[in-house]
């Protein structure tokens, strides 16, 4: 299996512009976890899936975020509109069961 | 909530030293694990721990599932270069659907 696979590795963009992110979870894998690492707060978890249904987005910030799991091999985080403070590697995980969760390389935001 | 505090927060160490790192909680956690991530990378999972007292290795790495069940540490014996990364504990307080917490890492440096 390739592991879970996440584009793109690295997005810059300008402030007020909207950006997406993508998810592929390993086949197989009931659960999908999005996270957000920074140096000050460090891995946060913003929101997670259960069988493609969001189970806890009490870690989604704002209305500005917001996250989909049309089908069980792709989901999608999207900021819009994007500010400088949410600049931070956003990760991606899934998992057959809850703890032992697989994590993808990450992509990293940039918003100038 | 549930928070994890991790010690040290970072350490620099001679190659074929020896490294001990902890995770403590005030909450009882009925699973612990502990994740490696490589700069650039996304977190792997190193150890999972399922019992209260249980010793688990992997190569030269071994942790343990303190017996209050609020802690846990990760044990590296004979470092080597590639040992370089940021170690994250992760707690599970119970099955179902309850995400992990995570602490915020140590990061260790091995110089050769």
């Known amino acids: 299996d390739a592991g879970v696979i996440q584009s793109p590795r690295h997005e810059v963009t300008e402030m007020g512009q909207e950006v997406t992110l993508r998810c592929k979870p390993i086949?197989?894998?009931?659960?999908l976890f999005w996270y957000r690492q920074t140096m000050m707060r460090g891995l946060e978890l913003l929101i997670y899936f259960n069988n493609n249904v969001p189970i806890d987005d009490s870690g989604m910030p704002e209305d500005r975020f917001s996250a989909k799991m049309p089908n069980a091999s792709f989901s999608t985080l999207k900021i819009q509109p994007s500010e400088p403070r949410d600049s931070a590697v956003y990760f991606c995980?899934?998992?057959?069961?809850?703890?032992?969760?697989?994590f993808g390389p990450g992509t990293r935001l940039t918003v100038t | 909530g549930q928070q994890l505090n991790q010690s040290p927060q970072s350490m620099f160490i001679q190659e074929g030293e020896d490294v001990s790192m902890n995770c403590t909680s005030s909450s009882i956690f009925n699973t612990w694990l502990w994740y490696k991530q490589d700069p650039g990378e996304g977190p792997v999972l190193l150890i999972a721990?399922?019992?209260?007292?249980e010793l688990t290795s992997n190569g030269r790495l071994t942790a343990q599932f303190g017996i209050t069940r609020k802690d846990s540490f990760l044990n590296i014996s004979a470092s080597i270069p590639s040992d370089v990364g940021i170690y994250f504990c992760a707690g599970l307080v119970n099955s179902g659907n309850t995400p992990l917490v995570f602490g915020k890492g140590t990061r260790l440096s091995v110089i050769a």
């Open positions: 086949s197989g894998h009931d659960y």
């Open positions: 995980a899934s998992s057959s069961v809850v703890y032992e969760q697989y």
């Open positions: 721990l399922y019992k209260a007292g």
